[in-house]
């Protein structure tokens, strides 16, 4: 009884071998034929050989789990090989930090007294390059810029180009030169204060600037119908938005705003630059100029020196060598706070129109705490991206329309149509007479 048992149970086993056999038959078929689908798909190797077929296949198997990247380098490096040159990388490497000196000033470079005079030999030698343009505008440059790396929000760099592109709008339109900084000219000016050293640069190169425009990467035009009062400014060099009230009297850190002013290309502004600088190194001078600026200003945190304050305090202790010359501009927003502004853009649109520059349709919301580039900031990002997206397209209509575009919303990137193509698009006049402007200053 037991000898067909025992031969039961062997024929199971041997029709189990068999039926992996099987198995394993149909196993390397379908790995044979996915060989050759991938080489058929990549290639088969520089020489067709198993080894070449394999390091391939690895490679096509490594950018399907590491992604698009991983191949752009991989072409990078092989390209670089190819040609026996090292791949274009380079480390950057920081400089050793150095403590500055408390009892050595600060300084620009060489001492500068006579631009004036320098400035105007100049300009009576190259006619071409007059500072004022036809019909008496001064020649503007306006200045920004970033850091040099890449942000550290991902989508920092796509806020950076809209910012940009909303700057060269107004500018093309305007007249304005523009000139987009990606460079720290000077290790011991940085963040707040990397914009000293810049402007006075600018000034020394470019002679036939009248006026140089600084703004802040994280402003923006929301009116780009409203041209600049420059009749108002003949008789002065600094213009910020700003309340004398608030400054002068009441010696508030915010009576004035530097994330957008102009400061004329003489003699005057080289000293109040130099003037304004000595808080601005970074270690020990920045931070006990910090310490100084909050005892000394109103509603000031404790915090480092920043460039805002500290011309603040210039004024308030210098005023009778400085305050002629400064006009703090409040007429219109030359420098708008968006927490007052970008909820009510839908409400100016329906009662008001461009041109006007002030609170009724600012002519820049500046997106102040709000931090685009870096991961902290004083508001929460989602907020300020989405607030920054709405000034975008706020301003960005105003160009469309030119072309009969406008976005489906401030909130939207997508376009619509606001007008028919026609046989006689030369009769076609933009609603804002943007297109070949003749501009005159608003009066406000």
Known sequence: ????????????????????????????????????????TIGAGKFGTPEQDFNEIREHLIVGRRGE???????????????????????????????RDPSVPYSFGPKISDWDDQR????????????????????ILLVTGSAPAPCESPVGDHLLLKSIKNKIDYCRLHGIEIFYNMAHLDHEMSGFWAKLPLIRKLMLTHPEVEFIW????????????????FERYKNHNFIMHGWEELVYNRKNWIGLN??????????????ILDAWAPMGPKGKIRTEAGKLLTRSLVGRPEFEADDQSALVYLLITQREKWGDKVYL???????????????????????????????????VTHFV??????????????????????AFNFGDNQILQIYGFTHKSLSSRGVKRTRNDTDKPLEVKDELGLLHPDFKAVKV
């Open 1 to 40: 009884m037991q000898v067909p048992g025992f031969l039961s149970l062997g024929g199971r086993k041997l029709r189990q071998i068999q039926r992996s056999m099987q198995n394993a038959k149909v196993t390397l078929l379908c790995l044979f034929v996915t060989v050759l689908v991938l080489r058929g």
């Open 69 to 99: 990247p991983h191949r752009v380098l991989t072409e990078v490096v092989a390209e670089s090989s190819n040609n026996n040159t090292p791949p274009a990388v380079e480390e950057e490497v920081e400089e050793p930090e150095v403590e």
């Open 120 to 139: 105007t030999e100049w300009l009576a030698e190259n006619p071409a390059f007059p500072n004022f343009l036809p019909g008496g505008r001064p020649r």
């Open 214 to 229: 600084w703004m802040d990467s994280d402003a923006m035009f929301t009116d780009m119908v409203f041209e600049l009062p």
């Open 258 to 271: 530097t994330g957008s002013f102009l400061l004329r290309n003489c003699q005057w502004s080289l000293d």
């Open 329 to 363: 501009e409040s007429a219109y927003y030359l420098h708008g706070y968006w927490g007052i502004l970008v909820d009510k853009y839908e409400e100016m649109m329906e009662k008001y129109h461009p041109g006007l520059g002030d609170h009724r349709w600012p002519l």
């Open 369 to 390: 705490g709000c931090k685009p580039c870096g991961k902290v900031g004083d508001y929460p990002v989602a907020q300020c991206l989405r607030q920054m997206e709405r």
